[in-house]
């Protein structure tokens, strides 16, 4: 017979676990479309596209679970830094990513 391990309650509702929602804006009101790319979806061109706000300002919420994050904004197929970001960081495929940390 083998031994079946579970979570215990306090791995399972540990803030590490939890998602939050994250929110993500970009300025620019003459772009087509503004879409968000990054580690946290496979940086998978059409999984997060952003909508426009009556602003000019582009916004989508993703929700993200403890930890730190690399993504770029994709302005009219782009990849573009966010200048709001905390830093940037290496990675492969592009030269530089935005870094956002998640606590």
Partial sequence: MNAVLEPSANTLYSAKNM??????????????????????NGWNPNSLPMQ?????????????THGHYHYLFLVDGT?????????????????????IAVS
Wanted: hydrophobic content about 35%; aromatic content about 14%.
């Fill in 19 to 40: 998602s939050k929602p994250i929110n993500f804006y970009y300025a620019r009101p003459d772009a087509r479309s503004v879409r968000l790319i990054g580690d946290f």
């Fill in 52 to 64: 426009r706000r009556v602003d000019g300002w582009w916004f989508i919420q993703v929700p993200l």
């Fill in 79 to 99: 990849p573009t830094l966010d200048p709001r970001s905390s830093g940037t960081v290496q990675v492969e495929g592009y030269s530089k990513a935005s870094l």
